[in-house]
């Protein structure tokens, strides 16, 4: 699966059929809080678009499917996509520093395509498409825009949801769910899926966990620990990004292709000789290299973390993401087959308390009691068991994002069948375009170094 700003989507041009999404019965009041990241989310979009700034709050996935798409086989398979998963049909709608959640019985919810009509080039087909994602994802509601681009030998699908009720989890189900529904709706075979948990009891857990948590819980020591480090907060980025006022400016996204299939197995094969995985190798990279530049041994970043605990959450589709603190020191003579072992006990801690929320954390032990608005983070993603993880490069996957803020870096280390990339969101700035490359290629040339049996010739 790629991932790329939309801006740089290269769409075919086609005819383009939307589908809209129809309730006969209006939304009702539900009592279920919103979650930490959902309110800080909803919250932050709120304040943009108040204050006329660039914002786009959502993540868009794009397909193909052969030949000239089956409209009535595509809509059967989004109603009862939408009708399953609770995100299509529950919703927050923020006021100041609060939320309201919505609800409409799925059973009222339909599903109708509305032409829209021919785009004869790209560049007005990908504006179009653009505009509709923003006009759509920014309104109460379900925040959900779906499509196709029809033409007669192959034919793209796209949609897009407020990152709110979504995750990097969750698109690669509804890439799955929404394929094996389009075919069994054009063969007429009886499709038999599990009715799928909802996010709310995910809401309701985390809001239980948040009132349990006390400032001397014994949960929060690896909190305690990161927070004590220097001057607390949050740790700077190893080279110089613009922004010494951590101001959230206009960002830009990279993408490095790290490494091949073969060269991701080799490397994990080096990381389990040395007591870790690929992702203990991949944050052991990021701290070498770190110490090259400032002379830092002690390697601190947030880190995502799944919450979905447990296998029937796997269907949830939702934002069930934590972030936790990862920290670990160098050893004294320091080199990557060490710097594994300590990330890995690092890893494994900060993964320990992946259902200590964030916020609450922040709220509880730091000095300012208030997190940053994007918090910067390097997250590991091993997504070659995702449900239709193969057929995403004949199928063309694709994950978009829209212009957005930074104000420091965020990494994602993606793992899939045929490779490994690394994609980098950064503030715009040209010292943040000098520096960080330089960074990621020393990180680049540990991994690929070690994964070609070199490492330590250095």
């Known amino acids: 699966m790629r991932m790329t700003q939309i801006a740089d989507w290269r769409p075919e041009p086609g005819h383009v059929t939307e589908f809209e999404l129809i309730a006969d019965r209006a939304p009702e009041p539900h ?3 919103a979650s930490h990241f959902q309110r800080a989310h909803l919250q932050l979009a709120a304040a943009h678009r108040a204050a006329g700034r660039q914002q786009s709050p959502w993540v868009a996935m794009t397909f193909d499917l052969p030949g000239r798409a089956d409209l009535d086989a595509l809509t059967e398979a989004w109603q009862g996509l939408v009708r399953r998963h609770e995100a299509f049909h529950t919703w927050y709608e923020p006021h100041g520093d ?11 919810l339909t599903v109708h395509p509305a032409p829209v009509g021919d785009f004869p080039d790209t560049a007005g087909l990908r504006a179009r498409l653009h505009r509709r994602i923003d006009e759509k994802t920014s309104v109460n509601g379900p925040g959900l825009l779906a499509g196709v681009i029809r033409r007669e030998t192959t034919s793209t699908v796209y949609f897009a949801i407020d990152h709110a009720y979504t995750d990097g989890h969750s698109l690669a189900l509804l890439f799955h769910e929404l394929r094996i529904r389009y075919q069994a709706a054009r063969s007429g075979t009886p499709l038999d899926l599990p009715p799928a948990p909802g996010y709310l009891d995910h809401n309701r857990r985390e809001q239980q966990r948040s009132a349990s ?3 001397g819980a014994p949960e929060l020591a690896a909190w305690s620990e990161f927070l004590a480090v220097k001057d607390g907060g949050f740790p700077a980025f190893p080279v110089d990004l613009g922004n010494d006022a951590g101001d959230l400016l206009p960002g830009t996204r990279l993408e490095y ?4 299939g073969e060269q991701a197995r080799a490397f994990r094969a080096y990381c389990a000789r040395h007591g870790g995985g690929l992702a203990a190798g991949f944050f052991a990279a990021l701290a070498l290299a770190q110490a090259e530049f400032t002379g830092n041994d002690t390697y601190r970043v947030l880190t995502a973390v799944s919450t979905r605990a447990y296998p029937r959450l796997l269907r949830v589709h939702g934002w069930l993401v934590n972030l936790a603190p ?6 004294a003579a320091p080199g990557l087959a060490g710097a594994i072992s300590a990330a890995q006990q690092g890893f494994q801690r900060a993964r320990e308390g992946y ?15 208030d997190a940053p608005a994007i918090p910067p983070m390097a997250s590991y993603v091993d997504g070659r068991s995702a449900p239709g993880a ?4 004949d199928a063309n996957a694709t994950v978009l994002t829209g212009p957005d803020n930074a104000s420091g870096v965020s990494l994602w280390l993606n793992w899939f069948p045929d490779r490994a990339d690394l994609v980098v969101s950064m503030p715009d700035t040209p010292q943040a375009a000098a520096g960080v490359p330089k960074y990621l290629d020393r990180v680049r040339e540990i991994v690929l170094t070690a994964a070609t049996g070199s490492y330590g010739a250095r």
């Open 31 to 33: 009592d279920v809080p």
């Open 98 to 108: 609060t939320s309201t959640g919505f609800c409409i019985p799925p059973g009222s």
């Open 390 to 393: 193969r057929d995403y490069l």
């Open 213 to 215: 948590l006390t400032k």
């Open 326 to 331: 990862l920290l670990f020191r160098l050893p």
């Open 257 to 260: 292709p790290v490494f091949t």
């Open 355 to 369: 259902d200590v929320p964030l916020h609450r954390a922040l709220d509880l032990l730091a000095e300012d009691g």
